[in-house]
């Protein structure tokens, strides 16, 4: 039942980045993009055209998605909240856009301030602006396990919205553990769930490693027959607004694990640990991939 | 296929400390140990009766043994690598005694300064002596998916190993991943070759993190109905003789698998993460569960 292929989704530059309190000048965060694009990633999610009030680390989404080198085999996507984000997003011409909501209504409520009813309502309404250009879009869920503010989510809420998202025009639908705390179990339940209205092939899992069962929920997933991941470089990231929501799933450790499984993908492990490494070195960063850190002891 | 019941060998005592070169004094290690077995916390390797001159960290292996307060429903076990080790071993009464060898010879000479053949020689000699006062005997199998000095290692050699050792007399064959590099199939093909001649109940499996996949191969050894593992608390550890192997699958992290599986045990996850914190802060050694790394964002 696993997929002979996987694609894995870069989230690095987007979600990697909007918890970092620093600004990164906007010519790093173009070199790392444009490194990334070296490694053989197919899927880059660059940016958010988000507030600069709400996320001041991505106040230069425009000028980074204006300067990176595109290459043509690679998929740059943006993320835009609303319609000044999707106004501005459509400006610099991403190959996707990214719209994002949670399975929890304080989770929205705090993080794009309406209720996720809301939240459905104004992506329902920037759906044609995107279609009219032919760009596949993709619907964030957040928080498919638990809530940082209010706790247990069921996947009986996640599967309702994603089949919402997915009816409305979303083909892609990226169920997110924000917290980190589901098992594989969880995850079972979550995908069983969701698969009874979005296709199996239209699913990708963003996972956080929070309490360690990143790897774990990635593998299982594989099992049931999912094929698309989200994962950020380095581990890097979390969300700004779910307490202790600390990082991605490192995309080294993902590549390492399908290729220990003998899958496809296009991805160049060293590459990828060499960007990791001198990404988080340069901007002092903690790499929490543990392929990185291996390098950083045998070889440094 | 999931077993209902897992048992945690807590292995940090022992496989956790070896390693670390600044001395802890023998009490530390007392009041760890005896904390560890306030836990729930059912199997705890409290040392290894080793010369000095190889782990200096465990000199004090008799004085930990005599010292410790033994709870009647923990089982204390002790690793010897030779008959003067298995002497004053049994001198101070530990409820098990471990053995140790590798599946590669290479491995055996830097770590026990011997073949593999010349180490099960020096474990049959020794098991009369341990069977005639009735303790269970274990046998780690080292280095069962690669050895850091020469690579790959096949599982048939890892196999024949533990049918040697197994119907030698040691009851529980302890597989370990000493590298890390092991991913779910490569586990699963080590399991299906050793189930050929050791039952599935006794067999533990002891997983490194060092590439990050210790938790989805402890998740996919569930699967196959492996019910013991060897975990160290805040994942302390590695092998002093096995480059870039950083840290044991941390203990806390497993319980919290274990729970999001509704798997039984007996063991209380916040007192392991108290206990955890409490003893690597204590001495500045770095936390690697990330369940206590938690508890240390959000609580302090």
Known sequence: MIPKQVTIHEVGPRDGLQNIAPLIATQDKVDFINRLSQTG???IEVTSFVSPE????LADAKAVMDTITKHPGITYSALVPNQVGLDNALGSNPDKIAFFTAASDAFTQKNLNCTIADSVHIIRKLIP???EQ???????ISCIHTCPYTGSIS???VAQLAKTLYEAGCQEIALGDTTGTATPHDVEAIITEVTEYVPLSSITMHFHD???MAVANLYHALTLGISQFDTAIGGLGGCPYARGATGNMATEDAVYLLNGLGIEHPINL???IETSRWFTQLHGLKNQAKL???GNQTDD
Chains 1, 2 share one sequence.
Do not use: D, E
């Open 292 to 294: 990185s850190a291996i």
């Open 210 to 212: 929070t309490y360690g």
């Open 134 to 140: 032919a760009k596949p879009i993709r619907a964030y």
């Open 270 to 272: 060293p590459a990828l």
């Open 54 to 57: 709400w996320i001041p680390q």
């Open 41 to 43: 990633l197919t899927h």
């Open 129 to 131: 602006a995107v279609k």
């Open 155 to 157: 996947p009986q809420v």
